[in-house]
């Protein structure tokens, strides 16, 4: 009898762990137009959704009744998309398909995080223009989607701010170590959302490794939400290390937090519910340092929801990603979205190695601590007989090779500062980080646990053929602590890069931003190595990533939608385009990372160039773009029907009279595709500017060529008589020469004049 029952739970667990591997998340797209018709109640959408999971539900149980896992309502989506979240099996999915309104059903997608003085470099100081008590004194709300944040920190005081306003509709939510009292009149709202992320990996939060709540137990929330709209702080550093004030873009905004990553990333369910949750709240920006693979916009869960997010007139930055220098990387490319790209200010850590043959080269480093003595110099099998000794990976060292010598270890694989750790634990006395070629002179500054730098490309490929051709190899690494004056900004070559490969009709990314060693607020208790065995506790940390750079654009857009309430969230992006520069603080291009050569960055790691707040809050013309404009897009592309509706939550037919072209997207950049053998082939593209500079001006136009194509605009000239009056101009492109290489590319710009208004937009022409 013991057996028999033991035997009869087995098969339980059998069928239902066959059932749960059978079953997913999906996030599901309904027609609303369809289920207005045939709906109830109108208050709510929920109980409708409801009743979808429970027609799937009795639809699917067999006929003995056996015990099935059921369907799961997770979200409901109403503002920025309609549909829901649910965790349904495939027999569950035949019989949504019938249901009336049915559009799509995505599997959920685990997205990852892309992970001051930066206020000065980008022209902000106190009491001048965008930084007047008069525009900082609006009530703008940055909705920040990240690992949560730490509500003590002085960052994120309310100290002499006005009450909360009054169209805000959020809560603070409570939970693990988090309270309601934890919000305040500058922390106004505090979300929190797992359930996508709990189904994703089957198991519930782990709630010794992070809080169920929207405390930060990472510290990227922290430092982004800091980086966008954090307070005046005094005396900010890293360990004696970039002493200043720090400051969010923004620093007066209201902040509203959404947490939705984990220890093991963001899942879109939760993600696209945070989005549709911070609108009805009443946010005015939403800031995502997240994203993952690029996909075509009607299947990107962040591309669908943002577009619903710009309807209602409010601004999405997301950073571009962290997987350059390769090209066709750059994600969140949906033409609705600020894509933001990386790079560097001039401020930086700089360290010097000295070989034992008299060279030196400079790399870069946060440790703090006394400069080394010339000591051997160890690499891969000279420090281990294992194959990972050369990326020391945990336990690949031998502590009798590397015991009081400097360890150089290649980059990649495992964290910079786990390296450091690994050369400690087998008695190391310092490190070097060696960058590859596809790395380049991209120098990262980490606060190291024991005396070590990074260093650039060809430094490490000396030190290899040092290492390799002297019997006794030495070095020594001494610190310089914070410099300032370098040429900047440069191309980080972990920047995510164009041409995107879901929208080559567009240039992405948009615009670069400072997203190297960025100083920002830091929880108390997580070190800023990210080490256990690290007991340092800091109040401000400095991270590199498109996750730093993204923030800064929501913190400018929250400025310019402070000072042009009615400006929709295309013409905040085109003011931040079209004024971008993209020369450094030299005098000359802005310059790549990625190189070893020093060779010039293009608008597919910059797109426009770097933002320039100032020039931004008055740039003279914007493009603007309406809904309408976005859906013929779609058809330009080539949509079916039921993928635009997924977009556009509405009816819309595409016109079969009108002559449309992806091109004429009323974008702020030109990209022009061409076959290799299109010689003598045209391609004319309309764009229509809209004045919000001086009331009566007259623009006229410069243009740089791009190589291959002859550019004629018509006409050569705008004169405008008001404020808010649209005038419209073509651009012709006629490839001329030969037939090309496929993927050859040349860029050029088209710039309107008037005066001090300089309104660029860049040109990049493809062969393909």
Known sequence: MIFRILFLFLVLMVTNSIALADQQTYI??????KIKASIHSKDSSKAWFESIIDFISEASMPEDKEEILAPQLLYAYETSLFGFAAHL???????LNQMDGFLSAIPDELSTLHTTYTPHFLGLKNGRSLWSSSNLATNVIIGVLDSGIWPEHTSFQDSGMSPVPSHWKGVCEQGTKFSSSNCNKKLIGARVYFKGYEKFFGKKINETVDYLSPRDSQGHGTHTAATAGGNVVKNANLLGQARGTASGMRYTSRIAVYKVCWSSGCTNSDVLAAMDQAVSDGVDVLSLSLGSIPKPF?????AIASFGTTKKGVLVACSAGNSGPFPSTVGNGAPWIMTVAASSTDRTFPTKVKLGNGQSFKGSSLYQGKKTNQLPLVYGES???????????????????????????ERGINGRTEKGEVVKVAGGAGMI?????????ELFSDPHILPATSLGASASKTIRGYIQSVKKPTAS???????????????AAFSSRGPSLVGPDIIKPDVTAPGVNILAAWPAKISPSFLMSDKRKVLFNILSGTSMSCPHVSGIAALLKSLHKDWSPAAIKSALMTTAYILNNKGAPISDMASTNSSLATPFAFGSGHVNPVSASDPGLVYDISTKDYLNYFCTINYTSSQIALLSRGKFVCSKKAVLQAGDLNYPSFAVLFGRNALNAS??????????????SAYAVKMEQPNGVTVTIEPRKLKFEKLGQKLSYNVTFLAIGGARVPGTTSFGSIIWVCGRYKV?????VTWQ
Do not use: W
């Open 383 to 409: 420090a281990g007989t294992k194959k990972e000794a050369q990326y020391c990976i945990g336990g690949s060292l031998d502590s009798k090779l590397v015991h009081g010598k400097i360890v150089a270890c």
């Open 760 to 764: 660029r937009s860049p040109m990049v």
């Open 298 to 302: 009607y299947s990107d869960s962040i």
């Open 683 to 696: 391609m004319t593209y309309k764009r229509v500017v809209t004045n919000v500079g001086k009331p009566q």
């Open 433 to 441: 980080l060696l960058n590859n070629d596809y790395q380049g002179e």
């Open 89 to 95: 099996s495939k027999k569950h999915l035949k019989y």
């Open 28 to 33: 599901v797209h309904m027609d609303k137009t």
């Open 477 to 491: 690494i001494s610190f310089m602590g914070t410099k300032f004056g370098d040429p900047a900004p440069v191309m």
